[in-house]
C-alpha cells in the first residue's frame, strides 16, 4: 500500500466528517463540501493553507508530532485516528523497513502460553495477530469459533466475516462487526505497511466482497481493547458477552482477547454447556490448541512472523 495515497485517503475522509458547526466555525453561504475545507483545517490547526495542502497531498517526511497533534485537534480525532496519523508519519519518515526475513520457520506458541490459555475455562480465549488470525486457543474458544475454523474463514476472522455467510447469523449486529473487522484491519496496515500477508488478504477481500471494499474505503480506524458484544451460536444460542484484549508483551504484534459473560446470566449459563459440549469433542491432538501444523502452516506460511 503506497504511503502517501494512504495519507492523503486518510486525511480526506477525516476532514469530510466534520462539519463546520462541529469545529466551532460560522457558516455562510454555499458549500460544495460536506465537511471541512482545506484552509479551515489549516485555521484551526494554526498552519498555512499551502503546508496543510502539501501534507494532505500525502508529504509527511519531516512533519513534526507538534503538527500532527494540531492536525489531530483540527480534524477531532480519536485516539485510535490519532495513532493511525502518528503511524502513516512514521512510515513516512522511514521508521518502518522491511525486515530482514529469517530462516523460515512456523510460529509455534510457547509452552506457557498454551498454560496460560489452559486455565482459562469459563470462556473463550484465544491469540490473534492484526491481520485477525486466530493462532491459538483454549478448548472453548475452539468450539466457540468452530465456524470460522470450518469454513471459508480458514481460522481468519475477517475472511469469516465477509466470505461465509453464517457470520450474518454468528454476529446477530453483523453491520457493526463488519465495520469494526476492516477498521481493526486498516489500523494493522498502517502499522506495518510492508506485511505481504496482510495485502494478500486485503486483496483477496477487496475482489470477492463488495461490502469489504467499501467498508475498507472509509479508511476508518479502531482501537479493539475491551467491550461488550452479542453472538448467536448454533449450539447454545444467544451469548452477550464483554471482552478483554491485552497484547502481548513477549510476542509483538499478538494480542489476547477473552470472552466472559455477566454472572448469573443467561450467557453464563449457555458457556458452561458450550464448555461441556467442548469437552465432549476434545480429543488429545486438536481441538485443545489451535497449534497443529496445518494452522501454523496457514497461518503463517512458512515464516515466524505472527
Known amino acids: 500500500m503506497d504511503n502517501r495515497n494512504e495519507v492523503r485517503d486518510f486525511l480526506m475522509s477525516r476532514r469530510a466528517k466534520v462539519t463546520p458547526e462541529q469545529a466551532g466555525l460560522a457558516v455562510a453561504g454555499h458549500r460544495r ?36 497533534d494540531a492536525l489531530a485537534g483540527a480534524l477531532q480525532l480519536d485516539d485510535a485516528e490519532r495513532e493511525h496519523l502518528f503511524d502513516l508519519s512514521r512510515v513516512a519518515n522511514g521508521a518502518a523497513q522491511p525486515v530482514r526475513k529469517r530462516k523460515p520457520q512456523k510460529w509455534v506458541a510457547r509452552e506457557s502460553l498454551i498454560r496460560a490459555l489452559d486455565v482459562i475455562t469459563e470462556g473463550p480465549a484465544f491469540v490473534r495477530n492484526g491481520r485477525m488470525d486466530i493462532l491459538a486457543t483454549n478448548a472453548l474458544g475452539r468450539v466457540f469459533y468452530d465456524h470460522v475454523f470450518d469454513g471459508p474463514g ?112 443467561p450467557s453464563q449459563e449457555r458457556l458452561r454447556l458450550l464448555a461441556s459440549w467442548a469437552a465432549t469433542l476434545s480429543t488429545a491432538t486438536s481441538l485443545e490448541h489451535v497449534t497443529s501444523d496445518r494452522y501454523s502452516n496457514k497461518y503463517n506460511n512458512g515464516t515466524t512472523e505472527a
Open 33 to 68: 463540501v460536506t465537511g471541512l475545507r482545506r484552509n479551515e483545517v489549516a485555521t484551526l490547526a494554526a498552519v498555512s493553507v499551502e503546508y496543510y495542502s502539501k501534507i494532505e497531498r500525502g508529504n509527511l517526511a519531516g512533519v513534526s508530532d507538534a503538527v500532527l
Open 154 to 265: 480458514q481460522g481468519n476472522l475477517a475472511r469469516f466475516c465477509f466470505l461465509d455467510e453464517r457470520a450474518k447469523t454468528f454476529y446477530p449486529g453483523w453491520e457493526a462487526a463488519s465495520d469494526v473487522t476492516v477498521s481493526i484491519l486498516r489500523t494493522e496496515a498502517g502499522r506495518d505497511p510492508h506485511d505481504k500477508r496482510l495485502h494478500d488478504l486485503i486483496g483477496e477481500l477487496s475482489t470477492q466482497s463488495d461490502a469489504f471494499r467499501t467498508r475498507w474505503g472509509a479508511h476508518n480506524v479502531r482501537r479493539h481493547g475491551s467491550g461488550t458484544k452479542n453472538f448467536q451460536h448454533h449450539e447454545v444460542g444467544e451469548l452477550t458477552l464483554t471482552y478483554e484484549g491485552m497484547e502481548l508483551t513477549a510476542e509483538p504484534g499478538l494480542s489476547l482477547l477473552i470472552y466472559t459473560a455477566e454472572r448469573g446470566s
